[in-house]
């Protein structure tokens, strides 16, 4: 299985297709299997895919700290650099989106177009720790339909909590729907490392530095997406960006699952073949902070 060290850690990747360099990155708790299982089939005679697991998820390593966005951010950087990849499109589902922006953030020259993805930005964290935020009855719902667990109110703003509870919720895509979920790693991760911490840092990723982001950005969420306060503030806050808004699904924030299809035909006309230009005469943004 192929692995690349970045800053210190392995990081496991896979790469297909043939085209203009596209890295995709996945959600908290996930791994790149949400790619493989139905989106990289349909992109990958136009493009030159590079999957890979977020420190501390799938085959990568597990450090016990270093999982903000910043952090991640840095992690593509080294992944892009062993690989060669000088610059490339970036796709990336809620965390992943996250990271993604904080990546164009630093490095503007590296990065051609992003697709975002139900982006959760920590930035915007604040306002889904009201208990009244829909996300959380949206959550309680699903843990109560698919798994028969009764979340009390007064926990459903526990993310570790809610994440613990999850893990009960059988596997329901893919060639394994319907089997257990393997627990221990995705447990070891909420439980032995700051990540839910670190998943609302902020760092240089603030909305005034959002706003300095350069690069072309596809903005893709559910209509019905639990998020959609963030995809209202994001569609004022972001410069050059294209807001779409998918039919509803089910699971209401897992559109490279249910609705890949018309993912990938907007990201098609989104993500056209473009002439390189030297890195001298790429996009260059400015931010603030250490």
């Known amino acids: ?59 990568s390593d597990m450090p016990p700290t270093g999982y903000t966005t910043g952090h991640m951010a840095e992690d593509l950087l080294g992944l892009m650099d062993a690989l060669k990849i000088d610059r490339a499109h970036l796709v990336g589902h809620s965390l992943g989106a996250d990271v993604a922006l904080h990546f164009a953030l630093r490095h503007p020259d590296r990065v051609r177009r992003l697709v975002l993805v139900e982006a959760g930005i920590p930035a915007l964290a604040g306002h889904r720790k009201n208990p009244e935020w829909e996300g959380w009855a949206y959550w309680a719902k699903m843990l109560e339909e698919f798994a028969g667990v009764q979340v009390p109110r007064e926990r459903w703003t526990d993310i570790a909590y809610m994440v613990r509870q999850s893990l009960q919720v059988p596997i329901i895509y893919g060639p394994a729907s319907g089997l257990p979920r393997k627990q221990d790693r995705t447990l070891r991760l ?32 559910d209509q019905s997406s639990p998020y959609l306060g963030t995809y209202h503030a994001l569609r004022k806050i972001l410069k050059n960006a294209t807001a779409v808004l998918l039919p509803a699904t089910k699971y209401r924030h897992f559109g490279p699952l249910e609705a890949p299809e018309m993912l990938v035909e907007h990201m098609t006309g989104f993500l056209e073949p473009e002439v390189e230009t030297s890195r001298a005469s790429a996009p260059q943004a400015s931010w603030s902070g250490t």
Do not use: C, F
Request: proline share 5%; aromatic share 6%; net charge negative.
């Open 1 to 59: 299985m192929p692995h690349v060290q970045a800053h210190g850690i392995s990081l496991h990747y896979l790469q297909v297709g043939s085209g203009p360099h596209t890295v995709m990155l996945h959600g908290l708790t996930g791994n790149q299997a949400v790619w493989h299982l139905k989106m990289v089939p349909l992109l990958r005679d136009a493009h030159r895919i590079t999957t890979y697991d977020l420190r501390g998820h799938g085959r």
């Open 190 to 221: 909420v439980e032995e490392t700051t990540i839910v911490h670190d998943y609302e840092v902020v760092g240089e990723l603030t909305l005034d530095n959002l706003a300095t982001i350069p690069h072309p950005k596809l903005l893709v969420y």
